[in-house]
């Protein structure tokens, strides 16, 4: 870019100029710095500007696409856990519809809760609640 440079620079120089004599001598500074060569590097820092451009924008994008993504997944997971807070809670309310009694290596199942609460007020056995949901 420094080619560049040194053109912008003569053509001010060049516009800025206010005798003939001046401006010819300009010029032909101009055209002498203005080679094929330098043309061609120019065009090519060019190109490569060009190309970290396009490269910086695919990578803004797949952050972009990655990061909805990743939030997506974020709100799905909060609405996942939210929907299993509120099946918790329903379980929490719920009511045993009968205990197995563990006063044997087999035990039994015992629906009456007064039955339940006399066994385990006792101390003469364990009793488990059983649910009807999971």
């Known amino acids: 870019m420094k080619e560049l440079n040194e053109l912008v ?5 060049f516009d800025a100029s206010n005798t003939v004599e001046a401006a010819m001598a300009i010029n032909s500074q101009f055209k002498a710095a203005a080679t094929r060569e330098t043309i061609l ?6 190109r ?3 190309q970290r451009a396009e490269a910086a924008e695919a990578a803004v994008d797949t952050w972009r696409k990655e990061s909805a993504y990743n939030l997506q997944g974020k709100n799905d997971a909060r609405e ?13 309310k719920q009511q ?9 290596k087999d035990g039994y ?12 007020g006792s101390g ?3 009793c488990k609640p059983l649910y009807l949901g999971p």
Do not use: H, M, Q
């Open 9 to 13: 620079e003569l053509a001010k120089e």
């Open 41 to 46: 590097a120019i065009a090519e820092a060019f």
């Open 48 to 50: 490569t500007l060009e």
């Open 80 to 92: 996942y856990i939210r929907e299993l807070e509120g099946k918790l809670e329903a379980l929490e």
């Open 96 to 104: 045993p519809v009968a205990w197995l009694v563990l006063n044997s």
């Open 109 to 120: 199942v015992e629906r009456n809760p007064d039955v339940v609460a006399n066994l385990e």
């Open 124 to 126: 003469l056995t364990k």
